[in-house]
Structures are given as C-alpha cells and as structure tokens.
C-alpha cells in the first residue's frame, strides 16, 4: 500500500527493446559491500511496538508487582511459601512460549504453517469443482498482499506451463525484534520454477518491489516494468545489503507505458497502462491470456489534475473494458474512504504560501519516493529565491535516480549540500527530507533528537511534515515523540492534521482512492470477474460490496487469502486449494532469520534468561563447586539475594537427590522444571532456563579422584579441574558482564 505518493511521468522515447536486457546499464549484482538496506535509513524500535504490550495479559499471570524497577517486584516475600504447584509453573511457561509462538506465527513460514495445521501438503483443500481436465485454468494465487493493509503484494498467474508473477514486495509493517521486514515465502515456486516467465511490476515502492532481491536470484526471469519503475528496481539492487549468488544476472525489460505496445511473455501479453499514485512510473499491469484479459490495477487514484500533467490514461483502460475484461484485480487499501481523494495539486499552494512567509530555516519531511511532491516544493522554493538541501539516504538516492533518468527538472544550481546549510542565510534554504513518520535515525528524527551531524535546528526555523502516519502502522507515538521534541527546540511545526487549527493549507493528499475512483475503475473496466487485492480482508469485502453495486453477481467475486488459489476458466471462477504460503522475515543485513529464532526473542524479551552452571563430580555425584547463576532480562540479582540464595539451595539439594539417579539429560530436564517452578513460585515469571552441567570425571574410589585430563606431563586432579573450570566461567561471566552495564 504506501499511503504516501503520488505520480509522475514523462514520455520517454518509444521502447524498442523486446529482449530482457541485463547487459542494458542494469547494475550487474554481483559486486558485494553493498550497505545494509534499512527502511528511510533507520532501525526499528524493537520490542516496544504496538501489539507487543498487551501480550503479557494473556499469561494468566495472577501475580501483582510487575511494574517497572526491579525492586521489590518479586519479592519472596509476596509470594512466599509453596502455594504454586508444579504444574501451575510449567503452564505458565508453556503459556509465555504460545505467546511468543502467536506474535512470531502471524508472520510464519509456509514450513511453519504446514507444521501449524498438521499437513501442509499443496493443494490440501484442492475441492475439485472445476473439471480440470477438460478445461485449461487460469490459477490465480496471491502469495502476499491479500491480508494486512496490503504488504509484500505478490501475486502469481499460472497457465498449464508458464507463469507470471505481477508484483513482488515486502513488509514494513513486521515487529518482531530484530526483523527489518518479511518477505512472502515462495516455497510454491520450488515446484513450479520452470513455468516462471516473468515479473511484472505496477509501481516502484518497496512493498511492491522489495522482496526482489531476496527472490528474482532464487528464482531468476526478467523483471518488467516502466522506466520509473525499473529504475527503482536498480536502486533497490544496487543497495541491497547482500552480495548476489555467483552467475546471477539482473535482467530488465522497460516498457512505455504510454504506447499501449505488447510484450509476448509465453503465452501471456503484458501491457502497462498509465495509473496515478504517488510514486512516478505508476502502472495497471494488462495480462492477456489464453482463457482472458486480467487487469492488476496496481496502487492508484485518479488524480484529475497531477502536478507532472500525467493523467491516467482513462482512454485505454475504457477501451480495455469495451474489448472485454476476464477479471479486474483492484488495489483495496483505501475502500473505507467515502468520496473522492484531492488532486495532488491541492497542496500545492500551501506550500508556496509556507515558503513564502516562514521567518527562518524551512526543512519539510516527505516520503523518500513521492518525487512529484519532491518536485513541487522544490518549485516553491526557486520561486522564493531559495535553495534546497536534500537529506535522507533513501530520498537522495531515489532523487539521482530521477533525475538521471529525466523525471525531474530541477534549475542548475537549485540544490546545496546540506553540509553547508549551517553557514547560509536561514532565508535562503528549504531542506528536503526523510522522516515524515518519525522513523528511529531518519534525517528529521535526527534534528529532532539534536544528534544530527549538520542541522542543529532553532526557534525560527519551520518544519513541515507533509504526510499522515501509515495507517495500522503505529507510526503515531512515533511522530508524536519527534514532534514534542521539535516543539521544545521552539521550532513552528506544521503536520497536515493540524493544519486547519493552523490556519494554513493541506499539506498532504493521500496516493490512494477513495470509494468513488475505486467504482469508477470498476465502471471503465467493467469485468465479468471481480478480485479485490492489495487490503485487509474486511476492507476487501467492503470493495466487493461496491462492485455488486456496480452490477457484478456477487457469485463472480472472490475475497481470497494469502496462498489461495483462484481457479478461472472463461465462464467460471472459483477457489480451488491452497499452496504454501507465508512470510519470511528478514533482519537489517539483509538475511533470513528463521521464525524459532525470532520466538526464542520474543520470549527473552517477555521473560528473560536464566542460566545455573553446575560442576559436579561424576564419582561422588558432589558438587565442586557454589552454583553459578547467571540472568539477563529477569531480575535484578543483587537486590535479590534471598531468591538467589534459596536457588542455590535448591540446586544443591536438587544435585544430591537426583544427580546420580538418572542419565545427564533426564537430570538437566529435570533442573530445568525444577528451576522453572522455583522461580516462577518466588517472582510469578517464567524466563528461559538454560541448566548447563559440568561433569568431571572422578576417579575409581579409595576417595582419590582419577586423572581425566593430561597436561604438561602432569595428570589434573577432579578438583584442580573444577578450580579451573571455575576460572574460566568467571572470566567468561566478566565478559558477559562488561558487555552490559546493567548487571542484573
Ligand atoms: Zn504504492
């Protein structure tokens, strides 16, 4: 989705090339040390995100006393005596680990699913209503985007043999610490890779074109595109964090998407249809194929007046519809909005008025891709007869791409680099920049914070956040925090929400459409079968209501999920089984990280950890030494040492009762629940319990302890060994210790 953007478009020449080009300036992907993609140049909070606080309510925990500061919080004493049984303590346990399992599994994999519900096989609900062999099908399957607020939107089209896949992005919206986002897991394609033709992209942000890197390698075909569109696809290449496997070739096909012309991809056509949104290059994708015509109108709105003039080509979506369409594939993100969105031209005055009468400094925070908007301010400020400085890693580099490819005009000498904006006239600059969402290190949440490298803002300056939170996102408390730290510096902050109270003009128009467009689509396109994409499924269902309402039987629409196949013949469609599907998440480097991973964080983040390390004497079955105990994330041990204390004694007793009775891993189980219980009886939690039993080998009686180990020409005593065993997890505990401060 991206609520943000808008559109662009200049005519390029007439495309030529029907070949995939990988030789044709597409960066070849091979050169590695490349910098770790971020989103809008920042980690994420991790942790604290929405979502993550109300987990705790579901533990059935009874216990009082989980507020904040260490102290006191799990005293003995509130909870003293043996009044929880063992049973009580293991559920809980269990129950943090569900919950941890519940956060991690909304984004799990397709392996973790099929382990989830039993089977997993492909196909598994595979409902044979449609005769297959009779009839060739159309499969429709959207590997992501049909959930959520429309995220890593991937949707492919299969044909007897050959495939297509329209769109291929990745989620933001993940908050699962450590994971920078998910991509959708594409384990179907393992069985279908020789089918695969093409990829076809409307538009150029990132959850439409993220997950490329991670999957074009894995499953290599030419990616299609516009001229915006491929550049970004580049641009995303090119600063992806990973080297690319050894052979792999990016290839690139550029299509005009303003001379209607027709790729044969298999047995498919492509065609681009000009769309506007709020990213230049944004496209409808026409897939003609051998049982119909399927139109993917990508994200868009109808935008009657764009700043870059480029309209969308309503012509030829009409005459699409009069030729005749199988099935409209229609973006949903923003359903739910009644009437018509504002042109993009709306705002423009605002900005020259803003400009205009700001007393200082003006810096204005947008989205990194919305170049139309990038354009349009930069417009207000040469009007004015300042300068413009440009921060944001992300921005910067959409913007030279851009330019280079001719979508911006910008005046020789328009633009400064921002390390000079601290020694011009404050009248003199407007800087441009990414942050708009309060995005952790973006450029603006850096002036906010006072820790940028350049910009220490003042009281005169202005700051202008031209955009609304990224709905769902939870981006508010995050520009809610950058704001009050503006706002304390004294600088005039201008948000679009604000701006009646203000008194000054919009300052944001959202890149999607409102209910009237989204039925005007259907109007113009008028198709016999009715697919809302891209949206949460009751934000979908509420699209379908409005086709019914444009006089499609409700029979020939399907709300589909994640992974469900939509069989289509010329007079039919229905859904016909599931492949596997689900969402791989990917860390700040760039690199997988597998879900179990992310549930062991999930938990220690919850809970915390507790190690016990035990030197026992094999023969004796004494210990040799005090218990060590480790935590992190748990309780404060020092203002603890009652707790503490009473563990040890457990240990101990625990060693002596069992340790001798049973195998080594049957005793550290046995530890682990009974540790488990302990604390949980004394603090009402349940950390990872981490038991790590040291055996040494003791000797053949007459109480002399026999030699386990060799060295210089001297056989170790068992007690030697436990000192020296001793030693080394005392270093290896001032190692943990030094590496965190807070040394609970
Ligand atoms: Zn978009």
Redesign the pocket.
């Known amino acids: 989705?991206?609520p943000e953007?808008n559109t662009n478009n200049t005519s390029p020449a007439p495309a030529q090339r029907r070949e995939p080009n990988g030789a044709n300036g597409a960066p070849n992907s091979n050169e590695g040390a490349r910098k770790p993609q971020s989103r809008n140049g920042g980690g994420r909070p991790q942790g604290g995100g929405r979502g993550r606080a109300g987990n705790n309510g579901g533990n059935g925990r009874s216990g009082g006393g989980r507020s904040g500061s260490g102290a006191g919080q799990a005293g003995s004493g509130a909870n003293g005596g043996r009044s929880v049984s063992r049973g009580q303590a293991i559920r809980a346990q269990k129950q943090s680990l569900m919950d941890a399992q519940r956060i991690v599994s909304q984004y799990a994999d397709a392996g973790a699913r099929a382990g989830n519900n039993g089977g997993g096989a492909p196909e598994k609900r595979r409902a044979n209503q449609l005769d297959f062999d009779a009839e060739p099908q159309l499969r429709i399957i959207g590997l992501g985007g049909m959930d959520g607020g429309g995220s890593k939107n991937t949707i492919l089209v299969e044909y007897k043999d050959d495939a297509v896949i329209m769109d291929c992005g990745n989620d933001l919206g993940v908050d699962l610490p450590g994971i920078n986002y998910g991509i959708a897991d594409m384990t179907y394609l393992d069985s279908i890779k020789h089918k695969l033709r093409a990829y076809v992209i409307t538009?150029g942000?990132l959850?439409?074109i993220g997950g490329l890197p991670h999957i074009v390698p894995r499953y290599p075909a030419p990616i299609y595109g516009s001229k915006f569109t491929i550049g970004r696809v580049e641009e995303i290449f090119n600063n992806f964090g990973l080297p690319m496997p050894d052979g792999f070739e990016l290839k690139t096909v550029t299509m005009n998407e303003d001379t209607h012309e027709r790729l044969k991809v298999g047995p498919f056509f492509v065609e681009l249809v000009r769309i506007t949104?709020?990213?230049p290059g944004s496209t409808c994708i026409v897939l003609d194929t051998p049982v119909g015509r399927l139109i993917n109108t990508g994200?868009f709105r109808f935008d009657p007046n764009p700043l870059d003039h480029e309209r969308s080509d309503y012509e030829r979506l009409k005459q699409l519809g009069d030729e005749g369409v199988l099935a409209l594939l229609s973006e949903s993100t923003t359903v739910e909005r009644m009437g018509r969105t504002p042109s993009e031209s709306t705002i423009e005055q605002s900005f020259v008025d803003l400009i205009e009468h700001a007393p200082g400094r003006i810096f204005v925070g947008l989205f990194s891709t919305n170049m139309n908007r990038v354009q349009m301010i930069v417009n207000a400020a040469v009007h004015n007869g300042r300068k413009v400085a440009m921060d944001g890693r992300s921005m910067v580099s959409t913007l030279e791409m851009a330019v280079r490819h001719g979508f911006m005009k910008i005046p020789k000498g328009t633009f400064v680099p921002i390390a000079n904006v601290p020694n011009m006239k404050d009248q003199d600059v407007v800087v441009v920049c990414t942050g708009s969402q309060g995005e952790p290190s973006s450029a603006l949440q850096r002036m906010s914070s006072g820790d940028h490298k350049y910009i220490k803002l003042k009281a005169q300056d202005t700051v202008v956040l031209s955009s609304t939170p990224i709905p769902e996102s939870g981006n508010d408390s995050l520009i809610g925090m950058m704001v009050d730290g503006l706002t304390r510096k004294g600088v005039h902050v201008f948000e679009h929400r604000n701006h009646e109270l203000d008194g000054v003009g919009p300052l944001h128009v959202s890149?999607h459409a409102s209910q009237d467009e989204y039925i005007e689509m259907i109007q113009m396109t008028k198709p016999k079968f009715f697919i809302p994409i891209y949206g949460a499924y009751r934000v979908k269902q509420r699209h379908i209501d409005l086709a019914v309402g444009q006089g499609i039987p409700r029979l020939h629409c399907i709300n589909a999920e994640n992974g469900q196949v939509i069989a289509m013949t010329a007079d039919k469609m229905e859904l016909n089984g599931e492949v596997p599907h689900g969402t791989v998440l990917v860390d700040q480097t760039g690199a997988v990280v597998n879900s179990v991973v992310v549930k062991d964080r999930v938990v220690l983040a919850e809970e915390g950890l507790v190690a016990i390390v035990l030197t026992v004497d094999k023969r004796t079955g004494n210990l040799l030494t005090s218990p060590d105990i480790i935590s992190r994330g748990f309780i404060y041990m020092r203002e603890q040492e009652e707790i503490m204390n009473g563990l040890r004694n457990e240990l101990r007793r625990a060693v002596q009762q069992r340790f001798k009775r049973v195998d080594l891993d049957r005793f550290k189980a046995e530890l682990k629940d009974h540790v488990t219980h302990y604390l949980f009886e004394q603090t009402q939690r349940s950390p990872i319990v981490i038991p790590v039993v040291n055996v040494i080998s003791g000797g053949g009686g007459k109480g002399e302890v026999k030699a386990t180990t060799a060295v210089g020409g001297r056989t170790k005593t068992g007690e030697e060994l436990a000192k020296e065993q001793e030693k080394r997890f005392q270093e290896m505990r001032a190692r943990l210790l030094t590496q965190d401060a807070r040394t609970d």
């Open positions: 989705m991206n953007e538009h942000h959850d439409h949104h709020s990213i994200d890149g």
